[in-house]
């Protein structure tokens, strides 16, 4: 129940660009976590990609590729 483990990284920003409305959110949400996005409001999954185009990680609905 510590905080020492692997808190150097955990404090770090970054930039998520949402594939749905295209704004870029800075979040400190972390790869393959998801966060709000502040366009559109959806629920975005970072995902690893780091887009150069945009400075920035791709983020997607978590339910927009659902295969049910
Ligand atoms: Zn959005």
């Known amino acids: ?3 020492d483990g ?3 990284f955990t404090q770090r920003t970054r930039q ?3 594939a749905h409305c295209h704004t870029v959110t800075t979040t400190a949400a ?3 976590s998801e ?3 502040g366009g559109c409001r959806a ?3 970072v995902y690893h990609h780091f887009s ?3 400075h920035a990680y791709l983020g997607y609905r978590a ?3 659902d295969l049910t």
């Open 30 to 32: 972390a790869i393959d």
């Open 16 to 18: 998520v660009f949402c």
């Open 35 to 37: 966060l709000r996005c």
């Open 43 to 45: 629920t975005l999954t």
């Open 52 to 54: 150069r185009r945009h």
């Open 6 to 8: 692997d808190s150097g």
């Open 63 to 65: 339910d927009s590729e």
């Open 1 to 3: 129940m510590s905080l």
